[in-house]
Structure formats: C-alpha cells, structure tokens
C-alpha cells in the first residue's frame, strides 16, 4: 500500500520527462518569449507602414528592413518588390561579410535563391581570419551574420567556420557588445540545432559552453526597466534570449522588456528605418532563425487603414535654442580646434537641421555625410574625416552622455549642449 503514490510520482516523473523531451525536440523558442497585448497592436502596425514607406523614398537597398518585412509579413507589396529587386541586382563584391550574409537572409525570406551570393560568402568565410586579441568584440558582428546566414543554407559545410568563431569568441576579452553578443547567440544557436547527425558530441557541447558565455554577458546588460544595452539593441537581444538553448544565470523578464519597448515606441523613440528592422520582428514573435520558414503566399495581401495609427504627440512649432560645439583635439590630426556657436530651430528638429543651420551661420562648422543602413553618418567636419586606420570617427553627444541616435533622427531639446567629437577607438 505504501509503495502506490510512489508508483504514481514514478509516472508522473516520467510523463514530465516526456513532456520536457518533446518541448526540448520540437521548440527552439525558449519559454521567456512574450507578445504584444492586442490593444497595443496598432502601434506595432504603425510602425511597420513607417519602416516600409521608406523604401520607397530612398535609394539605400537596405536588407535587414526586407528581413523584417517578410517575417512580420509584409502589407506594401510594392516596397518588397523594389527592394527584393535592388537586392537580387547588388554587386556582391561591393559588400562586407555582414551586408553580404544579411542580403542573403533577405533574398531567402523574399523566397528568392541567393545565387552565388552563397558560395562567395562561404570562401571568405572559409578565408577568416580571427581577429587578435583585445580587437573590438564589434569585429565579431559581420562574422556572425555570416555564420546564421550560411548555417540555413548548409550547416554541414559551415561546421569548421563555425567552430572557429566559437573557440575566439571564448578566448575574446575585449569588452562586450550587446548587438555582437546577440548576432553570435543566433549564429551559434543555429548551429547548435542544426549539427549534422552523426557528429561528434562535443560540437554540440563547444557551442552550448560558448552560448552559456554569451547569453550570460548578455542578461548582465539587462537594465531595471528591461532595456538590453540600449533601446536599440534590444531587439537583437531580445531575439537572442528567446531562442537560445542555455538559458543565462541572470533570469529575464520578457514582459518587463516589452512593456518598455511599447512605452518607447508611443514616444516617438523610433522613427529611423533601420532601429524598426532590428525591433519589429521580435514585436511579431519572430526571429532571424524563422528566415527560412518563411511563406511567400500570393500577392492579395491588403495594407491596415492608415487612421487606425495612433501617432505620438506632436511638437510645438515654437523656435528652441541648440549650443553646438565642435572639438578636435587628437594628437596627429593638422587642425585642431574647440569652437561653440548658439543656433535657433524649431522645435522638434532632428541634430542634422542644428548642423545645417550652424553651417549657414558660420563656415566653421561645415560637415559632410555618407548614407548607411542607419541613414545619414556625419563622416567629416572641417575637411576632417573619419578614418577606419587611424580607428577615427566624429561621436555625438549630449553634455557628456553619447548619443543613440543619428543626426537625421535625434531631436534636441531646448539649450542642449551638443558636442561633435573626434574621437579614437
């Protein structure tokens, strides 16, 4: 008699076993994955008609916004066309490793072959070189991209790059990136689910010791309101905790996380393309790794009203004051210079009208651009350009704090001190 609720735990255990067996075989979706309540969906909607309307209003192909479109499924049927299009028809040699491994994703999701693209990924991979140590973790971003876009399409042959990458990675000390973490968590996972059988064991355990180092830096940038690193890189972060197979020490609270993001999304906090790209498939319950399940069904989908779109509140047309000052004080650089002049614009400006008028007002401050998957990049400022040799940029500021935002998205408050400065990495 004694021995039959023993009997009966016994079962239990073992239909829990079964149970957690066949989650674990048939999810890659860890269970801190979360959603948008259905009440804030049309601010999810809204942002999604932003990010695709601008494909049609610039001639940058950019590849993670296609990615995006096609996993949260796309309503402008054109916008997808054009930019599958500018894709197919993109010289592969004039890409990096990243642009090359997300054009790839991109073309998959538009459920378009890839064509060389892959094979020319591959040898540059199989040609990688690991950075030495102390490099920017940065450096293991394109990389990464990579080895996620390779791993969908063959991950037998993209075993010994991948076990490569994993080995550095471990051996890296430099100081962590959220984005890189993220991008690493998802290449590794992957190929964690994707090992070809009959595999030695010990790949699976390479990369589950790599993923546990990674998604454990990861949770330790998790902030009290749930931002990962910065609002904009949490949505790489956030794909990342949901799908990785070793959960991080830290435990994260999915919800919290996504509460904030919907806060930020009513503040207006993201208008640039791109840090749409990078949110919204999280927003939609997907992630990098459903690229190639996506359905390219038929051409009958019909966009949402554009009413039905809340919008943050609109600024005040009143004029705001702006201290801007330019500063170059880098040893080896010809010019030196630390000069501030006021500027006036209206309210609710984006920094690149500040810059505008500065340069109006005095030619000092002229300053040049170059378009990138972010939009507009100050590269130069008095004839002083960035320069990746010398590891040189023009960094932004806020009083002391380093902008998140680019010039053509950031919009200054009344008598902020910006602060154009050159600056060594």
């Known amino acids: 008699m004694e021995r039959e609720p023993w009997t009966g735990m016994a079962w239990l255990t073992l239909y829990l076993l079964c149970v957690l067996w066949a989650v674990a075989g048939t999810s890659t979706r860890a269970q801190s994955s979360c959603s948008v309540p259905p009440d804030q969906q049309p601010w999810v ?4 008609e932003l990010m695709e309307n601008s494909v049609t209003k610039s001639d940058f192909p950019n590849p993670s916004i296609l990615i995006a479109m096609n996993l949260a499924g796309t309503y402008n049927l054109e916008a997808q066309k ?5 894709l197919m028809d993109s010289n592969s040699a004039d890409l990096t490793s990243g642009q090359l491994a997300l054009t790839i994703m991109a073309l ?3 459920c378009r072959d890839p064509g060389s693209k892959v094979s020319i990924l591959q040898k540059e991979m199989e040609n990688w ?10 450096a293991f971003y394109g990389p990464g991209l990579a080895i996620l876009a390779l791993c969908q399409k063959n991950s037998e042959a993209t075993l010994p790059i991948a076990v490569r990458f994993a080995k550095t990675l471990m051996m890296e000390s430099s100081p962590f990136n959220v984005d890189t973490g993220a991008v690493a968590t998802l290449a590794l996972t992957c190929m964690y689910n994707r090992i070809p059988v009959g595999s030695q064991e010990n790949y699976r355990d390479l990369f589950g010791q790599a993923l546990k180092a990674i998604v454990d830096n990861i949770s330790l940038r998790i902030k009290a309101d749930g931002i990962i690193g910065d609002i904009y890189s949490t949505g790489l972060a956030m794909q990342a905790l949901s799908v990785t197979p070793e959960q991080p020490t830290k435990e994260w609270d999915c919800e919290k996380t996504m509460h904030t993001i919907l806060n930020k999304i009513k503040q207006g906090k993201f208008q640039n393309p791109m840090s749409i790209a990078q ?6 319950g997907k992630t990098y790794l459903d690229v190639p399940q996506v359905t390219c069904g038929p051409d009958h989908e019909v966009p949402p009203t554009l009413t039905d779109y809340p919008t943050p509140t609109p600024t005040s047309l009143s004029n705001i004051t702006v201290i801007y000052t330019i500063n170059n004080q880098l040893r080896g650089v010809d010019l030196l210079f630390n000069v501030t002049i006021e500027v006036s614009v209206k309210h609710g400006s984006v920094l690149l009208v500040v810059l505008e008028e500065a340069q109006r007002k005095n030619s ?3 300053f040049e651009t170059t ?7 100050v590269s130069s400022i008095n004839n002083i350009a960035e320069n990746v040799d010398h590891r040189t940029y023009w960094e932004f500021l806020s009083g002391k704090t380093p902008l998140d935002e680019g010039v053509a998205y950031y919009i200054p408050f009344n008598y902020e001190h910006i602060t154009a400065n050159f600056t060594q990495y």
């Open 371 to 377: 378009m990138t998957s972010w939009g507009l990049l």
């Open 129 to 138: 070189t690991p950075s030495s140590p102390g490099t920017e973790s940065s």
């Open 82 to 86: 054009r930019l599958t299009y500018q």
């Open 45 to 48: 909607d809204g942002l999604q």
């Open 279 to 284: 949110i919204l498939p999280s927003l939609k």
């Open 364 to 366: 000092m401050f002229k």
């Open 108 to 110: 998959t999701s538009s």
